[in-house]
């Protein structure tokens, strides 16, 4: 125990320096030190991260920026961790949250919506709907921040949010906030620019066409229900864990699909299990670790590629304990090297 009252692990030493330092640039409640990563993601699975802050506002933001710029920590940003694996050694560095408050809505003359990073994506869309425009429904079940699914280009129903965004303004490691407009965004299926660690998205703006809302609530109800059915609800889980691949879809269909035709669907590693109700699924059974949801991505990924000649790549990222932030099944690959097959990484 250190003489200010708290203690930290011997793997925390490294960042001890950002830590004082952030205790004199942030207010108390900003920030969380040897914070469990369960408590911060969907899955609850990880280990403690060595801080987590979570700024009040852009200026606070911008001022751990600084912080982290001067001392070199390494630093990952996150929502929600509604797509994320935490690692069972958790994190030697600095987690930034974007929160609820990084909220806001509103609607200028041209019709642009422009709304703040840490909305609750369903909150964003059912004020979309309020406001008369069509385009946003099908995210209506989507359990993350607006900032996350802007980033991950996140959407179902074959619609990414991409479609919808004229700009995102992002604060640079360095302070300076820009705008990117749509096409520098990079977006394509569940993927976008943003993923590369450029920036944090502080807010975006975003165009629709006219719908009418009587007709979009009963859509988003329906969509709603529709998931309800479909999705394991009981068990911790960070939704689908695999992206739709065109060519395999054409030859068995989505992910599931796949995983469910290899024999996997309810096969258990650990505390980790394919969801008996839906396989692109991996539910938490209780004490789950990172490292059996892994395992499962590479049998996953491996058994449907001997069936189909086809590698599935993971949605959801593995954050390291360096602050590597990759998608699980390349993780997955360097852990459980193939089995004798050539897979691309
Ligand atoms: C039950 C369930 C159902 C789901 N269903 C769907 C679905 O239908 N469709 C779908 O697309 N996804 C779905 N997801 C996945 C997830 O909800 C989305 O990807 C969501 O948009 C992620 O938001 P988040 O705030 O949780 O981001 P996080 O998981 O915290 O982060 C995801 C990535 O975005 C980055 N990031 C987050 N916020 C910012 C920011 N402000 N600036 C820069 N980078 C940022 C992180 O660094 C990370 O790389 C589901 C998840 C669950 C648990």
């Not at 929600?80 to 929160?99: K, Q, T, W």
């Not at 920036?199 to 309800?228: N, P, Q, T, W, Y």
Request: with cysteine; hydrophobic share 45%; charged share 20%.
């Amino acid at each position: 125990m250190a003489a200010d009252g708290f203690s930290l692990s011997d793997g925390a030493a490294s960042t001890r320096p950002a830590i004082d330092a952030l205790r004199d640039a942030l207010p108390a409640e900003a920030l969380a030190l040897d914070l469990p990563l369960a408590t911060l993601g969907r899955w609850r699975i990880g280990g403690p991260a060595d801080a987590v802050v979570t700024p009040r506002d852009v200026d606070a933001l911008r001022a751990a920026l600084m912080v982290i710029a001067r001392t070199g920590v390494p630093h990952v940003i996150v929502g929600d961790g509604s797509n994320l694996l935490y690692d069972d050694a958790g994190f030697r560095g600095v987690v930034v949250r974007i929160g609820r408050a990084f909220g806001g809505f509103s609607i200028d003359a041209d019709g642009v919506v422009e709304a703040g990073a840490g909305l609750w994506v369903p909150s964003f869309v059912r004020q979309v709907i309020e406001a008369g425009m069509a385009g946003a429904t099908h995210a209506i079940g989507i359990p993350g921040t607006l900032g996350g699914l802007v980033t991950m280009n996140g959407g179902s129903q074959r619609h990414g949010i991409g479609e919808n965004v004229v700009s995102a303004d992002v604060l640079a490691r360095d302070g300076t906030l820009s705008r990117i407009e749509h096409a520098d965004l990079g977006y394509g299926y569940r993927r976008s620019a943003l993923q590369s660690g450029g920036g944090i998205v502080v807010s975006a703006r975003f165009r629709f066409k006219a719908g009418d809302r009587h007709a979009l609530r009963r859509e988003a109800i329906a969509i709603l229900a529709a998931r309800r059915a479909k999705f394991p609800r009981v068990r911790a889980n960070c939704g689908s864990v695999f992206v739709s691949d065109p060519a395999l879809y054409s030859l068995i269909g989505p992910p599931g699909m796949a995983i469910e035709k290899a024999g996997l669907k309810g096969t258990s590693i650990g505390g980790a299990q394919f969801s008996p109700d839906h396989a692109n699924f991996i539910v938490n059974n209780g004490d789950a670790r990172s490292r059996d949801v892994l395992e499962l991505i590479h049998l996953a990924r491996s058994s449907v590629h001997n069936l189909t000649g086809i590698a599935m790549d993971a949605e959801v990222r593995h954050l390291a304990p360096n602050g590597t932030m990759r998608p699980a099944h390349e993780v997955a690959a360097t852990l459980f090297p193939d089995s004798g097959q050539e897979m691309p990484r």
